[in-house]
């Protein structure tokens, strides 16, 4: 029989941070927290194999930060890393992380390198609490769709350029998975969800710390379910969110993210752990004869836990002479500072650090 275990950290960061990382953007710091963010861990074993996942609410961790996370967590948990797996939602509205990507900022940098270091002690901490926190467990799977993800691929009409929109004929995933993990005396413990959409509803105009919407699809589902809910971003490549983006995104990401765990909440009801079968054993006799079964648990297999690793090399679009992309980076930087210093108009500097943010994204792209 399989056991499972589940822990939750909190890890919003402080106010003040470098925030987002939207070439748009005029701000630079996070001036509040609209939604706290989370880092929460489910292991799992089978008395022999544990393996953990750990979901955080970040946009991603670069190489160098990823690895001291996932060093943390081999250290306190004693696991090889090969049966950690390290999951981001993939929020556009939390923190900055590492330096690549911050370079075009002069507030807010300065708290990221504290950020990156606790990070790493609470994943280690939240997975090692998971692993402690094993029990016996029943699991049950289901699926469901949500229409809340459109494809982005948008032409624009007056020229055909191919910007991030709104497409609705384009190709999307709209399944919904779902993952019920229940103890062994009928208790809810998780609920994993995968779903593919880019978490950007809230966009460069919000300067607030979110979650965006996998963070309030969570909090519904805990609601109605009781268990302690996970998210593993699908394939989200060219799926964008049905609103919000560009502007507006603040007022939407709740009631999109309230659409997909509702839709999670009902697949986990009719989930049901474990599975039943009925037998028709009579009647009663009453206002009218009503039929009367018997229900008994479905036998269940044996569970056995196995953990595969493959890494796979994705191609790069050719972007650039190395040197040629770091020259234009620092000049873009050097302007944006030039103009950041003289109080330039928003709309220059708001052009100013899309030409920062790009080139720089063409220079990490690069250089890796």
């Given at each position: ?182 103890t062994i005396d009928g208790r809810p413990l998780a609920t994993l969800v995968n779903y593919a959409c880019h978490p950007i509803t809230v966009g460069p105009d919000c300067d607030l710390i979110t979650p965006d919407y996998p963070g309030a699809m969570k909090r519904v589902v805990e609601q109605a379910t009781g268990s302690t809910c996970m998210f593993l971003q699908g394939a989200a490549g060219d799926i964008g969110p049905i609103r919000g983006g560009a502007s507006g995104g603040i007022h939407e990401y709740r009631r999109l993210g309230s659409i997909l765990g509702h839709e999670v909440s009902r697949i986990w ?100």
């Open positions: 029989m399989l056991s499972a275990g589940v822990a939750r950290s909190d890890i919003t960061p402080p106010i003040g941070i470098g925030h987002a990382g939207w070439g748009a953007q005029v701000h630079q710091r996070a001036v509040g927290v609209d939604l706290p963010l989370w880092a929460t861990a489910l292991a799992i074993s089978d008395g022999r194999e544990i393996f953990v996942i750990i979901d955080v609410d970040a946009m991603y961790l670069f190489e160098k930060e990823a690895a001291a996370v996932l060093d943390a967590v081999a250290k306190l948990t004693k696991l090889p890393e090969t049966h950690i797996r390290l999951s981001y939602t993939h929020t556009h509205s939390g923190p900055l992380s590492g330096t690549a990507w911050s370079a075009w900022m002069q507030e807010g940098p300065e708290m990221i390198a504290a950020y990156d270091e606790g990070l790493q002690h609470k994943a280690a901490g939240v997975a090692w609490a998971a692993i402690n926190a094993l029990e016996p467990v029943r699991i049950g799977a289901g699926r469901g769709s949500s229409g809340i993800g459109i494809n982005r691929r948008m032409q624009r009409p007056e020229d055909g350029r191919v910007i991030v929109g709104r497409n609705p004929t384009g190709p999307i995933d709209p399944e919904v998975q779902v993952v019920r993990i229940d009801w009719e989930t049901e752990v474990p599975q039943r079968t009925e037998c028709y054993i009579g009647t009663l006799e009453s206002g009218a004869p009503l039929a009367m079964y018997s229900e008994q648990p479905a036998e269940e297999p044996d569970r056995f836990l196995r953990v595969c690793t493959r890494v796979t090399a994705l191609p790069t679009r050719e972007v650039g002479d190395p040197d040629t992309l770091a020259a234009e980076f620092a000049h873009h930087i050097a302007e944006l500072g030039r103009l950041r210093d003289h109080q330039a108009s928003e709309s220059v500097i708001r052009e100013q650090t899309m030409l920062a943010k790009r080139t720089g994204m063409r220079k990490v792209s690069r250089v890796r």
